[in-house]
């Protein structure tokens, strides 16, 4: 059992599949509301401010991607998990895009879901365990800091929430900073794969960062054609 009870938004219309992941889910100790439409489930996110949402894409009055969209015009914090039967590539970046933090593909495993949500809403919200080999506040060019164990970004007064994988990324290019890191290794070492799915996620979280890195021009993430990415600090 979990000491704290994890606060779980589900939005799931599939009546039978939310009813066995609701009470698997509550049986390890999560505390789940659920609801089957994108209406009731913003209500309900507003209400109770919880610390995962596990959202389904095909909603009856929304799609999921509307609604994980109208969370992140107030709201870069809270762990968004997609769950979806859809799997066109397309499908997995519009996820990202619309700032999901994860996706995972209807059927499921319970175990599989367990950690995905214990990954998205462990306080240092890292993928990876041991040690980080990077300072706890690491300077990125003359403007940026990392705090990889809190997963943040520090531009002056200004502190930018990372999602798991974004850290990790991040981390990734600070420990090779300054070298050609290959695009394989790097979907291995993140996504324990580097099929075509994951690397178009992998581009999605590349513009995040340049996004976030943009306003010191001494930082780069330079495409290598042909062999993968080199950050410049």
Known sequence: MINKAITILFVE??????EIVKESLESRGFAVTHHITATAALESYYAM???????????????????ARQIRNTDMDTPVLFLTSK???????????????????????????????????SRNRTL??????????????????????YAVLKHGN??????????????????NKNQVMDRKSILLHI??????????????FITRLRKYLQHDPSVKIMNIRGIGYKLIA
């Open 49 to 67: 401010k919880p610390d995962i949402i596990l959202l389904d894409v095909m909603l009856p009055d929304a799609d999921g991607f509307a609604v």
């Open 128 to 149: 990876f365990g041991g040690t980080s080999n990077i300072e706890e506040l690491a300077a990125i060019g003359t403007q940026y800091h990392f705090h990889y164990q």
């Open 87 to 121: 799997s066109l590539p397309q499908d997995v970046v519009t996820g990202f895009e619309s700032g999901g933090n994860d996706y995972l593909k209807k059927p499921f495993s319970m175990e599989e879901l367990v950690v995905r949500i214990k990954v998205l809403t």
């Open 158 to 175: 200004n502190n930018i929430a990372l999602t798991a994988r974004e850290a990790e990324l991040l981390k990734l290019f600070l420990l």
């Open 191 to 204: 996504w324990g794969n580097d099929d075509f799915f994951t690397g178009r996620s992998l581009d999605v």
């Open 13 to 18: 219309d599939e009546l039978y599949l939310a």
